[in-house]
């Protein structure tokens, strides 16, 4: 099968540097993105990594190495507005293609 | 450009009954995901639409079904609900639904099952 590992909570406080990890199993996949949704929202897309290495836009980073089956996404210069759940997702060759998405974590930034 | 919309946004039902939420994808979208959202089992995949097709379908039994008609607006059906269908039901479109694409989500529907 495949599945998407993730800590369920982190907590950092303001202007901080915080990563989330993710950890999958999944014989094989296009590439690994990254969703944010706030309490009662919809997801929203931050990033994608086709390939290995580091992708950055603004105080986001993702990184991917297909080889140690990981990923994370890196916060900078945390603000209270990124106080919500932020969840990993790859789209399998082997499954229909279908989207799996890890089971999130939950990050609190405290002033 | 206006964004994924979905309506309604709260839906209350009783166990047995059927249920239909509709799905308006990004204005040229072709492709039209649909997804379960619960607190123990998190973001699973339901189906994916495609020019009219269903191009993928998740683990999901045969009650769950969709269409997606030709200007790629999306239906979602449940029939004979169960209390576990209670969840958040998002649709999220993309331009083509290719493995590079960024999904769009909608708000979503609370469906409550009692």
């Known amino acids: 099968g495949q599945s998407l590992e993730q800590p369920s909570e982190v907590t950092a406080v303001e202007g901080a540097i915080v990563q989330m990890n993710c950890t999958y199993q999944t014989s094989g996949f296009y590439g690994l993105s990254w969703y944010q949704q706030h309490d009662g929202g919809a997801p929203t897309f931050l990033s994608y990594?086709?390939?290995?290495g580091l992708e950055e836009t603004g105080r986001f980073s993702s990184f991917l190495s297909r080889s140690d089956s990981y990923g994370y996404l890196l916060l900078q210069e945390l603000q209270m507005k990124d106080s919500a759940s932020y969840f990993c997702a790859v789209r399998s060759h082997n499954y229909g293609q279908n989207f799996v998405f890890g089971p999130g974590t939950r990050l609190s930034v405290l002033p | 450009k206006a964004g994924v919309t979905q309506t309604p946004r709260y839906l209350i039902k009783t166990r047995g009954q059927q249920v239909t939420l509709s799905c308006s994808p990004i204005s040229g979208h072709r492709s039209v995901s649909w997804y379960q959202q619960t607190p123990g089992q998190g973001l699973q995949f339901l189906f994916e639409y495609f020019s009219e097709t269903q191009r993928n379908k998740g683990n999901f039994p045969g009650r769950f079904s969709g269409r997606q008609f030709s200007n790629s607006r999306s239906e979602m059906n449940v029939s004979t609900l169960e209390l576990g269908d209670s969840a958040l039901y998002l649709c999220a479109s993309s331009p083509t639904g290719t493995s590079t694409d960024t999904q769009y989500f909608g708000p979503g529907t609370r469906l409550t099952v009692l």
């Open positions: 990594n086709a390939l290995d």
